[in-house]
């Protein structure tokens, strides 16, 4: 079944539709949520409050985004929200790169080479806590997701220029961050 039926049932209150949306998206928008507020424990809390306010306000999605879109749109401001309450610095441990790293590149061979992978996987995930939110989330939607462009400008309300404008300067910091460990290898 498609998101879009998804979404028309579960605004007729079809409580199955909504498990099957829960479902489909509550791994994905837990990794999103734990990755933009630092680790928090909080995180499974804030993918309920994200279900509950898909399930509240199911009625003001029109269309004009993909269900995706919407979703992360609020998965998104949640996380942020979150973030600006509890007044914290936002420095965010990016624990589930190490799960994507090791699944898209999973290929080394000698202990050495998966020493070094992992080395290399942490000053990663080190030098993206380190990033500014807004560069941050771009960064995670776009490389870790795989978020087009025009859905993360869907997702942030921002322009494409926007979009293209953090992420390069994201990837200049990242550089800059990584520097004289790159210099090492």
Known sequence: MTDEKLI?????KDTSA???????????LYNLVYQLTNASPDSPDIVQEIFIKVYEKVSSFKGKSSVYTWLYRLAVNTALDYLKKVKRKKVVAVENIEK??????????????????????????RAISKLPDKYRTVIMLRE????SYREISQILGRSIGTIESRLFRARVLLQEYLKDFMEEL
Do not use: S
């Open 8 to 12: 028309e049932k579960i605004a007729a």
């Open 18 to 28: 909504f498990e099957q949306l829960v479902n489909k998206y509550q791994t994905r």
């Open 100 to 125: 994507d790293f090791l699944q898209r590149q999973d290929n080394a061979k000698t202990p050495f080479e998966k020493l070094r992978k992992k080395e290399v996987q942490d000053q990663v995930r």
């Open 144 to 147: 870790i997701e795989g978020a």
